[in-house]
């Protein structure tokens, strides 16, 4: 794939592995998650479904977007390290640059926004969600 073909992918967990239609304590749900993360280590194997993809050369511009530091630079170490993770952790940094992006960015980024807003809220409500983004050349 040439660099002008390169695109962005992220991938979000599509299948859970926590039964909802159990009622747990916060503090079991809390053992239940930390269970399933240290399952990777033991063949526990997540399951991701495309969320968005998007030409390298628009996610840069994307990138431009951003007004706040942190926000940015977590989102710029896909392109120095060819994949990032967005998890529970990162939903305050970037909900509310997504938010105003949604409403204020011409398209597709507002689109792009929209949808990864969409994303973000769905991980503040359950933590387990998370987005794996890779570039692809």
């Excluded at 994307?62 to 392109?79: E, S, V």
Aim: glycine fraction near 2%; proline fraction near 3%; charge should be negative.
């Amino acid at each position: 794939m040439s660099e002008q073909q390169a695109k962005v992918m992220f991938w979000m967990l599509r299948q859970k592995f926590v039964d909802n239609s159990v009622e747990l304590e916060e503090k079991s749900r809390q053992v239940m998650y930390y269970s399933l993360a240290i399952g990777h280590h033991v063949g526990v194997i997540d399951c991701l479904n495309v969320a968005l993809e998007c030409p390298l050369d628009d996610y840069q511009h994307w990138l431009t977007l951003i007004d706040d530091a942190d926000a940015r630079r977590k989102m710029q170490g896909l392109l120095t390290f060819g994949e990032i993770i967005i998890d529970a952790s990162h939903v305050n940094t970037l909900a509310p640059i997504f938010a105003q992006l949604s409403k204020t960015a011409e398209e597709p980024w507002r689109s792009w926004s929209r949808q990864l807003l969409q994303h973000l809220q769905d991980m503040a409500h359950e933590p387990a969600i998370y987005l794996m983004v890779r570039l692809l050349r």
